[in-house]
Each structure stands twice: as structure tokens, then as C-alpha cells.
């Protein structure tokens, strides 16, 4: 089991930056990808960042250049953060921000969501 609990969302003006965390828990060791999505009201889900185990990272057309997905292992087995920087933040940011971990298993785990909202 993996546990993920997302903070660091809120309100920000366009052109302001935020910074997304998600704490991971449980059997962090086994997990093998990390992504952030995001979902704006009537949309589908989307896939905003990604990455790897061994740093591989991917990103979505539409923040390449402002965003930046990382991640941290505390040294405890049990423990790591997943981070989306945001820069440059535009209205069309605005949307719920989820964390996904997948392990090499192929089960995936989802975080409750933190709010981003940009305004103009």
C-alpha cells in the first residue's frame, strides 16, 4: 500500500509560481513512476508531469518550460515527496491537482487532489 497527500495548492495571480508536494508513505521502495495530473470542471483528467525511477521526467506541451516535476527520498524506506514547481502560472492552470504513484506491480495509488486557481 501506498499512501499520497498532496498540499501547497491556493489562489495566485497569473504570471505568480506555486509549489505542488506530495507526501508519499507506506511501501515507498515500490513504487517505479510518479505523475502529476490535473482535471478543470468538465474536463477530462490530463497528465501534466512525469517521472521515473532514474530521473526520466515528461511534460505536457502546455507547461513545458514552466513547470518542473521532482522528487526526494528521505533515506527512509517508508518516506519521499514528489514536487511540481510552477512558474508562470496562466488561467488555464486553474484545475484540481493530483499526485499518482505506480509501482512495479502496475498498481496505481491516486492523492485526494490540492485546488490551483490563477487569476487574471
Known amino acids: 500500500q501506498v499512501q499520497l497527500v498532496e498540499s501547497g495548492g491556493g489562489l495566485v495571480q497569473a504570471g505568480g509560481s506555486l509549489r505542488l508536494s506530495c507526501a508519499a508513505s507506506g511501501r515507498v521502495l515500490q513504487i517505479n513512476f510518479m505523475a502529476w495530473y490535473r482535471q478543470a470542471p468538465g474536463e477530462e483528467r490530463e497528465l501534466v508531469a512525469s517521472?521515473?525511477?532514474?530521473?526520466?521526467?515528461?511534460?505536457?506541451?502546455s507547461v513545458k518550460g514552466r513547470f518542473t516535476i521532482s522528487n526526494r527520498f528521505t533515506g527512509s524506506k517508508d518516506n519521499a515527496t514528489l514536487y511540481l514547481q510552477m512558474n508562470s502560472l496562466k488561467p488555464e492552470d486553474t484545475a484540481v491537482y493530483y499526485c499518482?504513484?505506480?509501482?512495479?506491480?502496475?498498481?496505481?495509488?491516486w492523492g485526494q487532489g490540492t485546488q490551483v486557481t490563477v487569476s487574471s
Open positions: 499518482k504513484a505506480t509501482t512495479y506491480g502496475e498498481l496505481d495509488y
Open positions: 517521472i521515473k525511477n532514474g530521473g526520466y521526467t515528461n511534460y505536457a506541451d
